[in-house]
T-cell receptor
Framework: KAGVTQTPRYLIKTRGQQVTLSCSPISGHRSVSWYQQTPGQGLQFLFEYFSETQRNKGNFPGRFSGRQFSNSRSEMNVSTLELGDSALYLC?????????????FGPGTRLTVL | TQLLEQSPQFLSIQEGENLTVYCNSSSVFSSLQWYRQEPGEGPVLLVTVVTGGEVKKLKRLTFQFGDARKDSSLHITAAQPGDTGLYLCAGASDTGNQFYFGTGTSLTVIP
């Protein structure tokens, strides 16, 4: 069974631009969560989706948004990029309904904002 | 303020040594997980503990959930270079609606 895939793996953007990251969960998994990982803040929860519905949202500004499609694939969008948005963005899928279930992480998208 | 504090933050040891990583909180968790993350990869789940006082062993790794379900420890016996990585604990609230990752422990095992 294929693992969680994230595209692109690396991305370089400039301040003020917007970016869309994509995540394909493991086949059959309907729960997808997104995290931001930085050396200073560690792993910070962004949002969680289950069956196309956002179930939980972390403490991030409205510039961060996401959605989930009917095939469980998910995208997250960051608008008006800031230098501080440079991070590794991780997506995780779960066979159950929430993050407390076993999460399977993708390799992440490394975003650099110049 | 991080809900789950891990210590130490960094650890560099020689191959063959033993080590313990701690994950502490003032909150009660219904379950606690440990993940290991290698450079360039996402975290990989090692174990889930759900019962206070529970001890689980995974080869040379021993995981313990505190009696009060507020803390956990990871003990590695005879560390090997392949154990190098970032170790993360993560806890689920009693309601299951909230899930928190710890601050992380970066382990380097020197051959």
């Amino acid at each position: 069974k294929a693992g969680v895939t994230q595209t692109p793996r690396y991305l370089i953007k400039t301040r003020g631009q917007q970016v869309t990251l994509s995540c394909s969960p493991i086949s059959g998994h309907r729960s997808v969560s997104w995290y931001q990982q930085t050396p200073g803040q560690g792993l910070q929860f962004l949002f969680e989706y289950f069956s196309e519905t956002q179930r939980n949202k972390g403490n991030f500004p409205g510039r961060f948004s996401g959605r989930q499609f009917s095939n469980s694939r998910s995208e997250m969008n960051v608008s008006t990029l800031e230098l501080g948005d440079s991070a590794l963005y991780l997506c995780a899928s779960s066979p159950g309904q929430g993050r407390a279930d076993t999460q399977y992480f993708g390799p992440g998208t490394r975003l650099t904002v110049l | 303020t991080q809900l789950l504090e891990q210590s130490p933050q960094f650890l560099s040891i020689q191959e063959g040594e033993n080590l313990t990583v701690y994950c502490n909180s003032s909150s009660v968790f219904s379950s606690l997980q440990w993940y290991r993350q290698e450079p360039g990869e996402g975290p990989v789940l090692l174990v889930t503990v759900v019962t206070g006082g529970e001890v689980k062993k995974l080869k040379r790794l021993t995981f313990q959930f505190g009696d009060a379900r507020k803390d956990s420890s990871l003990h590695i016996t005879a560390a090997q270079p392949g154990d190098t990585g970032l170790y993360l604990c993560a806890g689920a609230s009693d309601t299951g609606n909230q899930f928190y990752f710890g601050t992380g422990t970066s382990l380097t095992v020197i051959p």
